[in-house]
């Protein structure tokens, strides 16, 4: 499973589109896409992949290894090029329910947070980063990534907790035994058993990657400590209906091996809590499982929210929430990936920092074959079309997620070097924001300013009338009035209802935009035929930060958002996606979304896997399976009355001539492409074989961009760090260090650093000191006091470095040793 961003060290050379050859009159006028057409194909193994890449079997394999071997052999290849990304990590998942699994005498242990908690003593990261992995990952503790910026922020709170659950495997060995006991079983002849039976943990690892030996690392401590470990094998399709579509209390299952990738660099990482611990992370029957403690519950609810009023109060959250995420663990966050991510050298790609080639947004806006347009791209992918495809509830895995983005198109597409949003369909944006919050810009198409007060217009919408099929006023609901901390402008593109078409032929319309908006509320209504349980725990979150919404101007399309959620990029809090027909998993024109609400409504299938278990239905799927006779026969009837969904609302922007032609080219996209995925991306799903495992998707001659539109990065700007100073410091008495900063081995220029600083930990791994390092001509210094020495006790000390950039959003770590010795 990958997570999608909102959505993860090395050394290897990022490669880069730079600038087209010279040659090509032709090529310069080319609109989308610079190939013809992407095939993928199922490629699970990385040594296969690389031999298939060399054979030219394959241009691109989107997945990365972590093996040194293969990895090596990817540099010294002639004929492949690599990339090294920062946003692939590991964990342990475990299944919260119990103790006692409901109907059986069968023992969760892992139900109980103490002995979660212990199992981050019990695991060796370094052993994993270093051994399994053969040096190609970075140990991490904490919910958040290593190389993203809040770690940076947060360096200090961050090596504590480390140092806090650093490996000791005797102190698991007590906490588990303890708890165990409390449960009432008993260690007999070294095995654990529980009403007279051994305690078996039924462990799912996975085989496609190095989780297979973590796994079997992991399931070999367990054995140590007496558990009974029923090792089960399988790759994502295998082991994915037992994790993450059924009810974890039906107690298939103890402990799966998951894997996420974060696909932008995440500057903002506070909603990772909510995300991950709560069940408002995602409408899954695992997320519904979960129950954290009221504190913790509480205090991710506040981060996602944004519910803080300054960076010191956000920095005081933050730390109680990375202690608490270590108290609960129902994730045990193992290691981060150097992950290398191989093509073929007559490639052109442009990948991101943190997601690599499979998280990357521009991936279907810059593939190409060098010095050429045109031609098929055979890419390999790890698992073809794991989980059903629909926008509102589908596949979350990022084999899916590769191939399904290259469909749609955006308002905004993050910069794969800073995580911050570049323009795709937004001419500028306009953000108002509370006078003393501390909120910054770094984008010239991004206009700030502050105001005492925010107050929501009396004709914004805050609500729907389900059975009234209207929208609600803040007048209506509020008639005292309501105050917002953020306010955001949007202007779209002045053309953008001309030349946005969805790939059947239908032009996008204001339509497209207000169904999701309605679906926003519906679902959440539980006299509504489409209420999701599993939906109202993220809907009740969304509700306690938005104050509203307006459409300023329809054409040009102008928007206003309101909410009292905020983050320090005012990039960050555009809400231009608020007003796009992209769902949380995939593209939505309102037709085909219209189909799925009628076969929802009517019981015949259901969007998420939760609500689907739920009524024991089908899991909606647009690209193939049996859901597709359901959606047939939805379009027929669809197609004679000639529907429009919530006409009462949608009608005044939806005419019948519209609905006419919608049904009409969806008919004809059917019958020529066998599925119902429309989307408006650079690329159109072609054909979709789940037998052969194989998806084709072919260039959409009609979007409306140059294929030159973002071919403008070149290597990201990494900083290398070393710190120099002396091996031995004499207790109380001053002691200088310098901190260098390089780029290509050129001083980094200091008007691109952000931020340069330093912790100090003693011999006891314990945080003596902390501060920014003050520029020195090329380099930064360091001076360590006689107050700050005299507290140093006699052994090996250490200070860190932390460096921050501002043109890439990975911060670069260095440290030195030295020793302290007594005064004299």
Request: with cysteine; charged share 25%; hydrophobic share 40%.
């Amino acid at each position: 499973m990958r997570r999608m961003c909102r959505g993860k060290l090395w050394a290897l050379t990022w490669v880069a589109l730079l600038v087209l050859p010279a040659a090509a009159g032709a090529q310069a006028q080319r609109v989308g896409t610079w190939v013809d057409g992407v095939v993928a194909v199922e490629e699970p193994s990385d040594a296969a992949a690389v031999r298939r890449l060399e054979a030219n079997d394959l241009q691109a394999w989107f997945s990365a290894t972590a093996n040194p071997e293969i990895a090596n052999r990817i540099r010294q290849s002639r004929t492949l090029r690599s990339a090294v990304s920062y946003g692939l990590y590991h964990e342990l998942t475990f299944n919260p329910v119990g103790p006692v699994f409901p109907g059986t005498d069968r023992l969760n242990p892992f139900a109980v947070p103490r002995i979660r908690e212990a199992m981050n003593w019990l695991v060796d990261r370094r052993h994993i980063a270093q051994e399994i992995m053969g040096g190609m990952g970075v140990p991490r503790w904490l919910p958040i990534n290593t190389a993203f910026p809040d770690y940076a922020r947060l360096a200090d709170v961050a090596r504590r907790l480390e140092i806090r659950y650093r490996h000791d495997p005797e102190r698991a060995r007590s906490v588990i035994t303890e708890e165990m006991q409390k449960l009432g079983a008993n260690l007999v002849g070294g095995r654990w058993q529980f009403r007279g039976r051994p305690v078996t943990i039924t462990f799912l690892i996975r085989v496609e990657d190095e989780r297979r030996q973590i796994g079997d690392y992991v399931a070999g401590l367990l054995e140590q400590l007496g558990f009974v470990v029923e090792r089960r094998y399988g790759r994502a399709a295998d082991l994915n209906p037992l994790w993450i579509v059924q009810d974890p209390a039906e107690g298939r299952w103890h402990v799966y091996t998951g894997g996420w990738i974060s696909t932008v660099i995440d500057r903002d990482q506070a909603d990772n809590f909510d995300f991950f611990y709560t069940k408002r992370g995602l409408a899954r029957p695992l997320w519904q499982a979960y129950r954290p403690s009221p504190e913790f519950d509480r205090l991710s609810d506040r981060l996602n929210k944004r519910d803080f009023r300054s960076v010191g109060e956000r920095a005081r959250l933050m730390a109680r929430a990375l202690e608490l995420a270590l108290q609960d663990s129902v994730r045990l966050w193992l290691v981060e990936r150097q992950s290398v991510w191989p093509w073929r050298a007559e490639l052109e790609l442009v990948g991101d920092l943190a997601g690599g080639l499979s998280g990357s947004f521009l991936w279907p806006y810059t593939v190409r074959f060098r010095g050429r347009a045109g031609g098929v791209v055979r890419i390999g992918v790890p698992s073809i079309l794991p989980e059903p495809w629909n926008p509102i509830g589908g596949s979350n895995w990022i084999f899916d997620t590769t191939l399904y983005r290259a469909t749609q198109d955006y308002p905004l597409i993050a910069n794969p070097h800073t995580g911050l949003p570049e323009r795709q369909r937004v001419e500028r944006v306009e953000i108002t924001v509370k006078q003393g919050l501390p909120v910054t810009k770094n984008s010239d198409w991004v206009q700030l300013r502050f105001a005492p007060t925010i107050r929501v217009p009396e004709d914004a919408i805050i609500g729907w009338d389900s059975r009234a099929q209207r929208f609600v006023t803040v007048r209506e609901k509020h008639p005292q009035g309501l105050e917002a901390l953020v306010k955001s402008t949007v202007y779209f593109e002045k053309d953008l209802f001309r030349k946005v078409q969805w790939h059947d032929g239908n032009r996008l319309s204001l339509g497209d935009i207000l169904l999701g908006w309605i679906l926003t509320f519906e679902r959440a209504d539980e006299h509504s035929p489409l209420f999701d349980r599993s939906y109202v725990p993220s809907f009740q979150s969304f509700m306690e930060t938005f104050r509203g919404f307006r459409i300023v101007s329809e054409d040009p399309l102008v928007a206003e958002f309101y909410s009292t959620s905020w983050t320090m990029d005012a990039e960050l809090m555009t809400a231009a996606g608020s007003f796009w027909p992209v769902y949380g998993f995939g593209p939505g024109p309102w037709h085909t979304v219209a189909l799925g609400i009628r076969a929802e409504a009517a019981g015949r299938a259901a969007f998420t896997a939760a609500k689907a278990a739920e009524k024991k239905v089908e899991r909606l799927n647009y690209v193939a399976g049996p859901t597709l006779a359901v959606l047939d026969r939805e379009l027929e009837a669809a197609r004679a009355e000639n529907y429009i969904p919530f006409e009462r609302a949608l009608g005044r922007w939806i005419k019948p001539e519209e609905a006419r032609q919608r049904w009409r080219l969806l008919a004809a996209w059917r019958a020529g492409r066998g599925h119902y995925w429309v989307g408006m991306g650079p690329f159109l799903l072609q054909r979709v074989s789940p037998v052969e495992k194989i998806v084709e998707l072919r260039r959409f001659g009609r979007f409306p961009d140059p294929a030159t539109k973002w071919l403008r990065f070149g290597e990201p700007r990494l900083a290398s760090v070393s710190v120099v100073g002396p091996r031995q410091v004499t207790a109380g008495s001053e002691a200088a260090f310098e901190i260098r900063v390089a780029e290509a081995d050129k001083p980094y220029p200091p008007q691109d650093l952000q931020e340069v600083k330093y912790l100090l930990f003693n011999a006891r791994n314990e945080l003596v000191a902390q501060g920014r390092a003050q520029r020195a001509g090329e380099v930064w210094r360091v001076l360590l006091g006689r107050e700050v020495t005299s507290r140093l006790t006699p052994g090996s000390n250490r200070l860190e470095a932390v460096v921050v950039s501002k043109v890439v959003s990975v911060p670069s770590f260095a440290s030195l040793t030295f020793t302290s010795l007594p005064a004299r």
